[in-house]
C-alpha cells in the first residue's frame, strides 16, 4: 500500500467524518449511518469501500481503524490544527498592507486607487471564502483537541 491509496481514502469530507467517528471506537454499518446522517446506505458502502486500506472490520463485523487509518486520523488532525488556510490568510493581508504601503509611497496617487481598488475586492472575496465557505477560525480557542481525544 502507497501514500496514493491513503490520500484516495481520505480525499472526501464524508471519509474523514467516518475516520473521526471510528477512531472513537468500533461502529457497526447502522449506527455509522445513523451518527453520520447518511440517508443512502450505498452512499455510506461506496466510501467505505473506498476506505478498505484503512478500515477493516473485526471479529463481531463492526468497522474498525487499522494501524494506517489511525496515523490518516493523526495526519489530519496535524493538518487542522495548523491551519494552512490560516496562514494563507495572514500571507494575504500582510502582502495587502505592505504592497498598498509601497505602491502609495512610490507610484501616483490615482494609479495606487487602481491597484487598491482591485486588491481590495481581491482580499474581501477571499475573507469571505476563507471564513464563511471554509469555516476557518483565526483563532483556535483550545479547540485543537485531537479526533482520538474526542
Not at 488556510?85 to 495587502?96: D, S, V, W
Amino acid at each position: 500500500m502507497n501514500s496514493d491509496e491513503v490520500f484516495d481514502a481520505i480525499s472526501h469530507p464524508m471519509r474523514v467524518e467516518i475516520l473521526r467517528e471510528l477512531a472513537k471506537g468500533p461502529r457497526g454499518f447502522a449506527d455509522l449511518k445513523r451518527k453520520l446522517k447518511i440517508d443512502s446506505s450505498g452512499l455510506l458502502d461506496f466510501h467505505l469501500k473506498k476506505m478498505s486500506s484503512i478500515v477493516t472490520t473485526n471479529a463481531e463485523g463492526l468497522y474498525v481503524l487499522n494501524d494506517r487509518g489511525f496515523a490518516a486520523v493523526q495526519a489530519i488532525d496535524v493538518v487542522s490544527r495548523y491551519g494552512w488556510q490560516r496562514r494563507a490568510y495572514f500571507i494575504n493581508m500582510g502582502m495587502y498592507i505592505v504592497m498598498n504601503v509601497y505602491l502609495f509611497l512610490t507610484i501616483q496617487h490615482w494609479a495606487i486607487l487602481i491597484v487598491f481598488g482591485v486588491w481590495t475586492a481581491w482580499i474581501v472575496f477571499y475573507s469571505y471564502w476563507t471564513f464563511i465557505k471554509r469555516r476557518v477560525r483565526l483563532r483556535d480557542n483550545g479547540q485543537s483537541k485531537t479526533s482520538l481525544e474526542r
